[in-house]
């Protein structure tokens, strides 16, 4: 199994970003794709999770209301679009892989690459 993140990039804080997950190998529908991210000198938090079968979806809470994470399956990419972000949104984001809902970074035992994404104030 093979994560590709991308999508991030330099933006000002109010804008919005679009991050994909593409997935290669096979998936099922009990898997659950998770977003975290890692800011400078801090651990890797949860962001957002999504089960692949139902579609169910699972936020931080400081997240809920800004970010939407979704999914498409015929693509086997996730994405997590971000809205009105602010500078401490400032992160490498991954994207990963349990098999079952977790925030804990522990559980997720396929990781992507990480995307950069930088707001400035």
């Known amino acids: 199994v093979q994560l590709q993140a991308s999508g991030g990039g330099l933006v000002q804080a109010g804008g919005s970003l679009r991050l994909s997950c593409a997935a290669s190998?096979?998936?099922?529908?009990?898997?659950?794709m998770g977003w975290f991210r890692q800011a400078p000198g801090k651990e890797r938090a949860f962001v957002a999770a999504?089960?692949?079968?139902?579609?169910?979806?699972y936020y931080a809470d400081s997240m809920k209301g800004r970010f939407t994470i979704s999914r498409d399956n015929a693509k086997n990419t996730v994405y997590l679009q971000m809205n009105s972000l602010k500078p401490e949104d400032t992160a490498v984001y991954y994207c990963?892989?349990?098999?079952?809902?977790?925030?804990?970074?522990?559980?997720?035992?396929?990781w992507g690459q990480g995307t950069l994404v930088t707001v400035s104030s």
């Open positions: 990963a892989r349990s098999n079952y809902y977790s925030t804990s970074r522990n559980d997720y035992n396929y």
């Open positions: 999504i089960r692949w079968g139902a579609g169910s979806t």
């Open positions: 190998g096979r998936t099922f529908s009990s898997h659950v």
